[in-house]
């Protein structure tokens, strides 16, 4: 129930962290292998970074200081959220009764600046994709919130490392088998979403007017465009890290066996988002509303469910 | 006590100084200032001294006429109000030095000041009453003069109209809470408030119930609070800022003493606070979304914050009926932290939406634009009150929604109704975070950003040095809660001491979630620093340039294409559309080479539209078949109340 500090844990944080970029490589490895093409090299995330970490900026003469601020806020952000994830069931570098509160409010918090960021440029497109922006995330803000109602219900905890490492962690492999995975279900709906990818956003479009949060960064070049990519790599990294965590009881193997399966779980998510891109096409963005929606849905059920067991 | 009645005299000194010595304008406002601050100062910090040493409760009473007593008792809770109540104004009588600088005015300017002083000593009043009528009286003379506060500008027709629409509403609150507070008379037989928690279980209902709609109507509970988006625009900024920060607060005083008082072991109290705090909470911040106005868009954000304090206080309820004390503790003193955070961000986006409004001239918010630039403080202060009133860390909103947080996860071990609306609250509560994260990135982002969208905006200058100070001390407050907060957290415990299962949590319980926050705030500070710093490392002795922003190809963009604050809340607005009536016109393009063209929309409260239709309509016609009673005749009116005291007395 105490905080903790395990400063260790940062080996395997950073670690991950540095493997992320590759992980975003393997979902453009599946689209080109559906659509019959060799497809990029694996590190090409990594030389776009260098490439963006090497370049000078352009600002617009409309911006402010928070144009400025708005990527090493957003960046910071996520990454925080990973101190507080345990990979791989070790424990997390920092941890307290009621962390995961903190941490959805802290991305709520990138997403703000994220979002000033991109109406300090005057654009009118940048506004368009901030709207929409909002509008979406209010809505799986309600998903996410159910989610830790129902962890609540489960395990009595309010915390990521009290979820996953304890013995009776909440995997797909316990008693609650049922509501876990529907929570697996629609946390992929909400990693899709918050991570625009197809079929809420399509980070591969060419027109602005449809675009939602690559239309928010256009006009940001250089380290701090490299800083929103990181950004976005951690955001992405710790929702498949939820998901994986869910999918396998990683507290109670051998430390080299979690390590391994970890990463299988962990590429395997990241190429059925490169699946689920390669299949579906996008939604109409007056859709999008519906397929977040529908994610609360099967979490509000599984709250239900879990009303049946303890009664 | 004698510090209390110290700084009330000095406020009431300084309200009747400033009539006395109005003819020398700059003397009265630095004589009615200083005295408001100092008495201000005086009293917060008596009130804090009390809640900081675990002072025992004081009482003070006054014989008075035969039958009532005038008398006051300051307890833990009414010194955590008093600490908002005394230090807000403060504030924003600093603020009015250079806000109201007008030296043609003086006699509007002294009389404010007067009207002011007397809000303050009856806010004070009404929070440390101890006996029904003492309530009542200082309840009374709270509303009054608050109504004459927000007629300042009475020669405008629209102050004079909502001038009016708030003196009605808060004379029908006021008739249901002396009907509550008459009701709990005749159940007890006396004045006092010692006797209420004895009365039958469905007299406490009807008690509270009543009481909860006089409060109510004052706190702005949808779908009571009608008046705020009227009165608000049209009250001076400072005098907004209390009204909103302050005095909407001492409705949520009064439910939350009668409810301690009548102690009621009923799950329904929670329930119905629960429920009205979902429904404020939420709608609240959608119709905020559906504003231009930049005022009454922050007057229905005090709608949505009043809804999350009720939510606070309505899981605080819940615990409370169900023996749950986590559950209880933290409800109650989220609620409560909750009331401090919000009078102190709250009064700050006033003061700052005076601000822009004076150097502007206008508070729509879609003629603005890019003042963050010209008004580099106001523009900073705005920020920090945004990011505070959204609930997001290291600022002080979220420390008391956390709290709220907490205490509803704990009690998700209820059962059935009580669970269901646990679970709603906490839902509702993250949806009204999500929202007011679109509303005020919409303000910030159409008002402080981009490029000025009209020559007024464009011409804007800083405030002055007075207002900016105001600004600057509730900002900096807004992040000294948010990163230290355990000194605020444990006053807030402190405050819910008269609730007798939250009393038994240790400081122990909380304080180590409490100590984490802050030590998470101060990371992402050091964070945020080291990759700021970073950032600029990468960027030295590389190619920096300015240009215009990236028009997508378009090469012409003009500072009216820019997104406006309609077109951002639309979606978001119309996905509620049963609980907002969206009226738009739009002129349409008739001829080959179209002229010019108008599009206006408008989104209406149901509630304000349901309350003309269901209540004002039938009264209106009510009253005009019976005018004929008004005919002028003195005579026949001394008539009429004599005739009523004589039916009084006969059949009473």
Redesign the interface.
């Known amino acids: 129930m105490n905080s903790s500090f395990t400063p260790i844990s940062l080996i395997p944080l950073l670690t991950t962290v540095a493997l992320a970029p590759l992980l975003m490589a393997a979902i453009l490895k599946v689209k080109a292998c559906f659509s019959g093409r060799q497809g990029p090299p694996w590190l090409i995330k990594y030389s776009t970074l260098f490439k963006l970490l090497r370049k000078g900026s352009v600002y617009s003469t409309s911006s402010t200081f928070l144009f400025k601020m708005g990527p090493v806020i957003s960046f910071v952000c996520a990454f925080m959220v990973l101190l507080f994830f345990p990979f791989a069931g070790l424990p997390p570098v920092l941890s307290f009764h009621g962390d995961v509160i903190m941490l959805f409010y802290l991305l709520g918090l990138g997403r703000f600046f994220t979002v000033l960021a991109a109406l300090d440029t005057a654009s009118p497109f940048e506004g368009m994709g901030a709207a929409r922006e909002v509008f979406f995330s209010a809505l799986a803000e309600v998903t996410i919130f159910t989610i830790l109602v129902l962890f609540f219900r489960l395990t009595n905890s309010l915390s990521f490392a009290e979820y996953f490492s304890h013995n009776h962690g909440i995997t797909l492999w316990s008693s609650s088998a049922a509501p876990v995975l529907l929570v697996v279900i629609a946390l992929f709906m909400i990693l899709l979403t918050e991570n625009s990818r197809v079929p809420v956003d399509d980070p591969a479009t060419h027109l602005e007017l449809t675009m939602i949060h690559e239309v928010m960064i256009l006009d940001h070049s250089g380290p701090d465009l490299a800083l929103i990519e990181m950004g976005a790599f951690c955001k992405m990294l710790f929702y498949a890290a939820f998901i994986t965590s869910l999918l396998y009881p990683f507290s109670s193997g051998f430390p080299a066996s979690n390590v391994v399966i970890f990463f299988l779980l962990l590429t395997l998510i990241y190429g059925g988002v490169g699946l689920a891109e390669s299949i579906t096409g996008r939604f109409r963005m007056a859709m999008v509303p519906n397929f977040i929606l529908t994610s609360f849905a099967l979490v509000f059920f599984a709250v239900i469910l879990t009303m049946e067991l303890v009664q | 006590m004698h510090t209390f009645f110290l700084a009330l005299l000095l406020i009431a000194a300084g309200g009747i100084l400033a009539p006395i010595s109005c003819r020398v304008f700059p003397l009265m406002k630095i004589m009615a200032v200083t005295a408001l601050v100092g008495g201000g100062l005086l009293g917060g910090w008596d009130a804090a001294m009390r809640l900081i040493l675990h002072s025992v409760p004081e009482t003070f009473t006054l014989p008075w006429l035969q039958f009532c007593r005038f008398s006051l008792r300051i307890d833990s809770l009414s010194a955590f109000f008093l600490v908002v109540i005394f230090v807000v104004p403060a504030v924003a009588a600093l603020y009015s030095l250079q806000y109201l600088h007008d030296s043609r005015r003086r006699a509007a300017v002294a009389a404010n000041y007067f009207f002011f002083s007397l809000l303050i000593i009856s806010m004070a009043l009404v929070v440390c009453a101890d006996t029904l009528v003492t309530f009542a009286l200082a309840w009374e003379v709270m509303s009054l003069s608050s109504f004459f506060l927000v007629i300042y500008d009475s020669a405008e027709q629209e102050t004079r109209a909502a001038g009016y629409l708030y003196f009605v509403f808060t004379q029908a609150g006021a008739l249901f809470l002396f009907a509550g507070l008459g009701f709990l008379y005749s159940a007890t037989g006396n004045f006092s408030f010692s006797g209420l928690a004895d009365i039958s279980a469905s007299g406490k209902l009807i008690g509270f119930l009543l009481i909860l709609i006089g409060c109510g109507s004052k706190a702005g509970i949808i779908p009571l609070h009608t008046w705020l988006p009227h009165a608000h625009p049209a009250a001076p900024s400072h005098v907004s800022a209390v009204m909103s920060g302050v005095m909407i607060k001492v409705g949520i005083y009064g439910i939350l003493r009668f409810y301690l008082l009548l102690q009621p072991a009923s799950p329904v109290f929670g329930q119905i606070i629960i429920v009205l705090g979902i429904v404020s909470g939420i709608l609240g911040v959608v119709y905020a979304l559906g504003k231009h106005n930049l005022k009454r868009l922050l007057a229905y954000h005090s709608v949505e914050n009043i809804g999350i304090i009720l939510l606070g206080l309505g899981v605080g309820m819940l615990g409370a009926a169900s023996g749950n004390a986590t559950m209880a503790a933290f409800g109650f003193a989220g609620g409560l932290l909750h009331v401090l955070n919000h009078a102190v961000f709250k009064s700050l986006l006033f003061l700052g939406a005076g601000a822009l409004i004076q150097q502007t001239g206008t508070a729509t918010i879609d003629r603005l634009?890019?003042l963050?630039?010209s008004m580099p403080f106001t523009g900073r202060a705005f920020?920090v009150g945004s990011?505070s009133i959204?609930?997001?860390?290291p600022f002080n909103g979220?420390i008391s929604?956390?709290l709220i947080?907490?205490g509803a996860?704990h009690g998700?071990s209820l059962?059935h109704a009580s669970?269901v609306l646990t679970?709603l609250a906490?839902?509702s509560?993250?949806?009204i975070?999500?929202?007011a994260?679109?509303c005020?990135?919409k303000v910030?982002?159409?008002v402080f950003?981009?490029?000025p969208r009209s020559d007024a905006a464009a011409q804007a200058g800083e405030a002055g040095v007075s207002m900016l100070l105001a600004q600057g001390i509730l900002a900096s407050l807004c992040l000294i809660i948010g990163i230290w907060p355990e000194h605020f957290v444990l006053a807030a415990f402190q405050a819910v001491q008269a609730i007798p299962l939250a009393a038994t949590i240790e400081p122990a319980s909380f304080l180590?979630?409490v100590?984490?926050?802050s030590?998470?705030g101060l990371?992402?500070i050091v964070?945020?620093f080291c990759?700021?710093l970073c950032?600029r490392l990468?960027?030295m002795g590389?190619?920096?340039?300015?240009?215009?922003?990236?028009?997508?190809g378009f090469s012409r963009?003009s500072?009216r294409?820019?997104?406006t604050g309609t077109?951002?809340?639309?979606?978001?607005v119309n996905?509620f559309r049963p609980f907002v009536r969206v009226r738009s016109h739009y002129s349409g393009i008739t001829a080959i080479f179209p002229a010019h063209a108008t599009y206006r929309t408008h989104v209406h409260d149901i509630f304000e539209l349901g309350l003309q239709i269901l209540l004002i309509r039938p009264v209106l016609f009510l009253t005009t078949r019976l005018r004929w009673i008004q005919h002028g005749n003195i005579q026949l009116y001394i008539g009429y109340i004599v005739l009523a005291i004589l039916v009084m007395l006969l059949f009473l």
Do not use: N
């Open positions: 634009g890019g963050m630039k920020l990011i959204t609930g997001l860390p979220f929604e956390f947080y907490y996860f998700l059962h669970f679970v906490i839902i509560l993250a949806f975070g999500g929202l994260a679109a005020f990135t910030v982002g159409v950003l981009g490029e180590p979630a100590t984490a926050l030590r998470t990371l992402f964070l945020v990759t700021g950032r990468l960027s590389k190619e920096i340039r300015h240009a215009p922003t990236w028009g997508c963009p500072a294409m820019q997104y077109s951002y809340g639309d979606t978001l996905f």
